[in-house]
């Protein structure tokens, strides 16, 4: 908008003179009008509030209504029968909500920080002139109109049209994306509207000035400026709930379901027993209540209450894991949703690259020299003049122009610190930079003499150079070592490189003219060494690489290239281009380009968006304000935690503390192990529900089957709810911390609809429920089998009245065998794909430890005296135990047949 504008008029539409600026009454009318010059805060989300938002969760609400069905069955049997209220259901049921939102809470609490890093980023202070005197104030107080005062080393304040530049330039590199400084011209005059990053009349809110000096007007603040367009867009991006959210919800419905058919079921067999003749001694109407009651309470038990937080347990731990890989994890599901990326989007600056512009190749005596070459001796004078015709410095702070840095670099690299050097040649005069000459001539007394370096761009250098030194010795320039000069220039240009050349001459008076031409290097901003191979990794791992970033096509193509991101003869997408396409055909051009050049914080929001509409999970790397909105869209953000700014980081879900893009393939890599074991807990937990409530309903149903007496339930509340808690539990959190397994990377990315129950979950789940229930069932009838030879539902239902002895064993039998055949089903979870003698091999101790601890506790409350009172359990004698361990060991059993199964069939497909 202002940069189509001429300076003159930009300063005539806001009413104000150049040379005194605003008044006080013209300040405080625009300050009413246009308001502070500061960004919207965002409203603190309270600490409660943060914690009330975990129980905003399905399976939260289905453990609830456990805990609510369970208070009114206690409440119903205390007035009934005058038994004591059970409050251990409902505490229990409880206290794993509690558990499970005070851990996410703990992991989440870190507030949203993006704006307020935004609003912090913005200059404290300005030199802004007003009523024709040069004031120093704060930011906030600038209002459109304000002249601004602009030198090396001061942050613009606000968005301005400049009006006078000298040798101006500025870093936009996190706001655009731009690797290289930016010089202004408040010449120029654009006939069209064009890209932020190209607007050479414009200088941007947050970016600082790293050389020269000039003014602006202000013309834009606080939510009007580009960086408050950034705000906003933070503001209006929606949280979405990861893939493994969406399962969990599909999980508790499911559970919701099967709670309601349980009941209905369960309530309508009991009924048919009840018009069979058998009602309950109060009454047909106590008997309706009590088997309503009953049934209720059996669903109750196939809620798995340690789900939530054995599951949040699962991510903490993944969290852990993270940080050990240089990730710091700021909510936990996005730990998850990296094991479903597909696509991983990257800025360039910082993130691929070490946003820092290197010296990679130099000509010098006639020949290219590239990396360590360009470090030999014969680059030394070469880089010695570079180096001292720089204004940087990097041995006591890195300070100055990013290109003139490189160039001071580069000689230190060849031990020739800018320091000794001038104190070997001090500077006596020079000739600054300017845009018409595109050059920098220093002056340096030097062993008794004057010697003179000028550096600037190739054909500059030409214009003023006579003389050529190759070797050491000096000969008159002909045309043809101009074309070889010029060829070695292109060639490193083709490749993206900024050229310098270096000229010099011995003479008394600082003169650009009769030089000696030295040599010329080519700088880059190069990749990040560890790229390359992790841009492999997810190849083979079918995950895509984009890059997407401000700097320019030619500059884009040449990196991706070389990180093997794109292909020989691949071209980039710009930003205009992306203007012109409509969303469903940036759909269709996402699924092959993979650079995107010249970008604005918009697009790089729209390209995330077009290809997570194509069905794929996206990861956003980025180290920049710009990048800030994007991260937030993806259904990752990924921020740099060194280089990276504070905005960036706080909109990202996980931040890298090491810069290392290859940090992100082994979070990806973490991410589907922790997923397969989030998996494998899910399981292994249902599974248990559904032998428990299969052992109840089997028992219920055989009751059908008996007259005068009823078969007793198999197990009690306290029995089910130990299961739950303990012999489930403990497993699930050792399965949760378990080893990812091998050649996990060379998989490909699953669907992120993909159900917990596909590829065999459900015949996994059913199948060992069932498997569990058998086992556990004839445990039951095993006592009364064995010892009182009752073989018949009569016979056995009599024994149970007639010795209430034989009843406590036979529920401890059954009790025990649904405890430790979970112990031994932990084992075969552990890898559906082996047998379970690798878990003498893993360095998951928490499995041994859970089994052990686990076979202990349950021996404990069946045989200490006093604790299996309360358990309602009774001793068994070294003959039961064997019987219930032949039974108890029946899953792993199971599990090795499979195994075996699985390896003659894969034997079968290799013949």
């Not at 595109?438 to 054909?459: L, P, R």
Request: hydrophobic share 45%; aromatic share 6%.
């Amino acid at each position: 908008m202002f940069e189509t504008k001429s300076a003159k008029e930009v300063l005539s539409e806001l009413n104000v003179d150049p040379k005194k600026g605003l008044s006080q009454s013209e300040v405080d009318e625009r300050l009413a009008k246009y308001g502070l010059n500061k960004l919207a805060e965002k409203k603190k989300v309270p600490l409660i509030l943060i914690f009330l938002s975990n129980f905003n969760d399905p399976m939260i609400f289905i453990l609830i209504a456990a805990a609510l069905l369970s208070i009114a069955v206690s409440i119903f049997n205390m007035v009934q029968y005058g038994e004591s209220f059970d409050f251990a259901d409902p505490v229990i049921i409880m206290s794993v909500c509690v558990l499970n939102a005070i851990i996410s809470t703990v992991q989440e609490s870190k507030a949203e920080k993006s704006l307020e890093a935004l609003k912090k980023m913005s200059s404290p202070t300005c030199v802004v002139r007003r009523d024709g005197v040069l004031v120093e104030l704060k930011a906030e107080q600038l209002v459109p109109g304000d002249i601004v005062i602009l030198e090396e080393g001061r942050t613009i304040p606000a968005d301005l049209r400049i009006i006078e530049a000298i040798n101006l330039k500025t870093d936009e590199s996190s706001l655009t994306g731009e690797s290289l400084p930016v010089e202004k011209n408040a010449d120029i005059v654009f006939s069209d509207e064009v890209s932020v990053g190209d607007r050479l009349n414009m200088a941007y809110m947050s970016t600082p000035v790293v050389y020269g000096r000039g003014e602006g007007v202000v013309v834009l603040t606080g939510m009007q400026t580009e960086t408050g367009k950034i705000a906003k867009m933070l503001s209006e991006s929606d949280d979405d709930t990861t893939p493994l959210q969406k399962q969990l919800a599909k999980l508790s419905k499911f559970l919701g379901i099967l709670t309601i058919v349980i009941v209905l079921v369960l309530f309508g067999i009991q009924l048919i027993d009840l018009a069979r003749g058998n009602p309950d001694s109060q009454g047909w109407i106590s008997g309706i209540v009590k088997n309503f009651m009953f049934a209720i309470s059996l669903a109750v038990a196939a809620v798995p209450e340690g789900l939530p937080a054995v599951v949040t347990i699962v991510l903490a731990l993944g969290v852990q894991r993270m940080v050990r890989a240089n990730t710091i994890v700021r909510k936990l599901p996005s730990v998850e949703t990296l094991g479903a990326v597909s696509v991983v989007c990257s800025d360039k600056t910082g993130t691929l690259t070490q946003n820092k512009m290197t010296v990679v190749r130099a000509y010098v005596n006639e020949k290219i020299l590239e990396n360590d070459e360009a470090l030999s001796d014969e680059c030394k004078f070469l880089s010695r003049g570079l180096s001292l015709c720089s204004n940087a410095t990097v041995d006591e702070g890195v300070y100055g122009d990013p290109t003139e840095i490189a160039l001071v670099d580069y000689a230190n690299k060849m031990d020739q610190h800018k320091a000794d050097l001038e104190k070997e040649a001090p500077r006596i005069d020079e000739y600054p930079f300017d845009s018409v000459r595109k050059m920098m001539s220093t002056q340096h007394k030097y062993k008794g003499k004057k010697i003179i370096f000028t550096k600037g761009a190739i054909d500059s250098i030409l214009k003023v150079a006579n003389r050529i030194e190759i070797n050491g010795e000096v000969r008159e320039l002909t045309n043809k070592d101009k074309k070889n000069i010029m060829a070695a220039s292109d060639s490193m240009a083709l490749d993206a490189l900024r050229v310098l050349g270096l000229a010099y001459k011995y003479a008394d008076e600082l003169k650009e003219e009769q030089l000696v031409f030295v040599g010329l290097v080519g700088m880059i901003d190069p990749p990040r060494p560890e790229v390359p191979n992790a841009v492999s990794i997810f190849k083979r791992a079918n995950i895509n690489t984009i890059m997407i970033t401000g700097d320019h096509k030619t500059t884009a193509v040449a990196i991706a290239k070389d990180l093997g991101i794109a292909e020989e003869g691949e071209e980039a997408l710009s930003g205009e281009e992306i203007d012109a396409l409509s969303p469903e055909e940036l759909q269709e051009k996402v699924k092959t380009v993979h650079v995107f050049a010249r970008v604005s914080p918009q697009n790089k929001v729209q390209i995330v968006n077009a290809i997570k509409a194509n069905g794929a999970i996206v990861a956003m790397t980025g180290d920049g304000v710009n990048d800030a909105p994007s991260l937030k869209n993806a259904d990752i953000g990924i921020a740099m935690g060194i280089a990276g700014t504070d905005v960036a980081k706080g909109a990202a879900d996980m931040v890298l503390t090491d810069d290392n893009f290859a940090s992100i393939e082994k979070a990806v890599e973490e991410g589907r192990g922790i997923y397969a074991n989030i998996r494998k807990t899910v399981l292994f937990l249902l599974s248990s529900n559904i032998a428990e409530v299969l052992t109840m309903f089997v028992v219920v149903i055989m009751s059908l089957f008996v007259t005068d007496y009823s078969l007793p339930t198999p197990l009690i509340a306290i029995h089910i709810l130990w299961v739950n808690l303990i012999t489930d539990s403990l497993p699930a959190v050792a399965l949760g911390a378990d080893e990812k397994e091998e050649g996990i990377m060379e998989e490909k990315p699953r669907d992120p609809k993909e159900s917990l129950f596909s590829n065999g979950g459900y015949l996994l789940t059913f199948g060992y429920g069932a498997l569990i229930t058998v086992c556990t069932v004839f445990a039951y009838l095993m006592v009364p089998m064995v010892d009182y030879h009752c073989y018949t539902l009569q016979d056995i239902a009599r024994c149970f009245a007639e010795n209430p002895g034989a009843l406590a064993m036979s529920q401890t039998a059954a009790f025990s065998v649904l405890g430790l055949s979970e112990l031994f089903h932990m084992l075969g979870m552990t890898s559906i794909k082996k047998t379970f003698v690798h878990n003498f091999k893993t360095k998951n101790k928490l499995i041994w430890v859970a089994f052990i601890l686990g076979f202990a506790l349950q021996f404990a409350v069946v045989e200490i005296p006093g604790l299996n009172d309360f358990f309602s359990c009774a001793s068994l004698d070294l003959i039961h135990w064997l019987y219930v361990l032949a039974l108890s060991i029946a899953p792993l059993v199971m599990h090795e047949i499979i195994v075996l199964i699985l390896f003659i069939k894969k034997k079968v497909r290799k013949q």
